[in-house]
């Protein structure tokens, strides 16, 4: 396991596709943007467990929030830090 220390929109590089960016820390929450191919599958552990365990309920595929490719949250993510908020 690879541990980094990371500050608020500073980023970490998996392989050439995927970005892992610290959005945001309050208290003992982080929240991260992650920005990765629309063919990476980015779930969060703990859903996914009940996805499993309700996967013959599920009706529809697990997608991408947005339908994007997952720049608009960069785009956000940049205009937060250059303290406007045009894009919320």
Request: proline letters at 3%; glycine letters at 14%.
């Amino acid at each position: 396991m690879l541990v980094v220390t990371r500050k608020p929109f500073e980023s970490i590089l998996i392989g050439d596709g995927i970005e892992v960016i610290v959005v945001a820390v309050h208290g003992r929450q982080v929240r991260l943007g992650i920005v990765a191919p629309k063919s990476v599958a980015v779930r969060r552990k703990e859903v996914l467990g009940k996805v499993k365990w309700h996967g013959a309920r599920r009706t529809r595929p697990l997608t991408r929030a947005g339908g994007g490719d997952g720049r608009e949250g960069v785009a956000r993510c940049e205009a937060t830090r250059r303290g406007r908020n045009d894009h919320a």
